[in-house]
């Protein structure tokens, strides 16, 4: 089993965001699973320009990081996202990781994978990053197991809780890709998903060629 957990702090080995994250891969590694920690700052990935070849071919013309990248992520069972609150959003290289997977969300490549996410922030916000993030993770087909948002600067010493926070919610997730917790309410709403995009793609089969053979390929199609 591989977890791999994207820190998209621009502090290096000096990120709280780090610290985070690091410890939800701790936690995975107690449970047996092999970690990876990424850097996204160590990536360049370019904005995406909709130009809508991904949809027709499944490339991007874009000469960057990103399908290194998103090889580690398909090749994952397990994502772990990390952003500072970046005035109650993610980090610029995290927002054009997510704008770059437009293909990814319509033949939902990341169902049957699970995810979790952290932050930290200033003053406030943390949880409406940590959900936002998640919520990224839920439209990609992601089962979201939880996630842990720390306001650092208003109390520093809540760092240390949150760690363990963390470091559990690592162990929450390899359980729950073994099947030891169960998520029937987004099994539900990954079925609605991909159904949604099924239409969507059949519907519009003549542009998105390569998806439409990605929906066939797996049986999908309806």
């Known amino acids: 089993m591989k977890i791999i957990g994207i820190n998209a702090s621009p502090k290096g080995n000096e990120s709280r965001t780090l610290e985070l994250v690091e410890a939800v891969l701790k936690g995975a590694k107690a449970e047996g699973a092999e970690i990876e920690s990424l850097d996204l700052y160590q990536y360049t990935i370019l904005y995406c320009n909709d130009c809508g070849v991904c949809y027709a071919k499944g490339d991007c013309p874009l000469l960057d990081d990103f399908s290194d990248l998103f090889d580690k992520m398909m ?5 772990v996202l990390g952003s500072p609150n970046y005035i109650n959003s993610v980090s610029a290289p995290m927002k054009a990781m997510f704008d770059r997977m437009a293909d990814a969300i319509h033949c939902q490549m990341f169902y049957k994978k699970y995810g979790c996410s952290v932050c930290t922030a200033g003053g406030a916000h943390e949880m ?3 959900g936002y993030m998640n919520s990224v993770l839920t439209t990609l087909g992601v089962t979201v197991v939880g996630g842990v948002g720390v306001a650092i600067g208003r109390n520093p010493a809540a760092l240390e809780p949150a760690r363990k926070e963390a470091f559990d919610l690592g162990k929450k997730l390899v359980q729950s890709i073994r099947g030891e917790h169960s ?6 709403m990954h079925a609605q998903t991909r159904d949604y995009f099924c239409q969507l793609v059949k519907y519009n089969k003549e542009r998105f060629a390569h998806e439409y053979d990605w929906y066939v390929d797996r049986g999908w199609m309806k």
């Open 128 to 130: 409406d990053v940590v």
């Open 75 to 79: 090749d994952a069972d397990g994502i």
């Open 183 to 188: 998520y029937p309410e987004q099994d539900e």
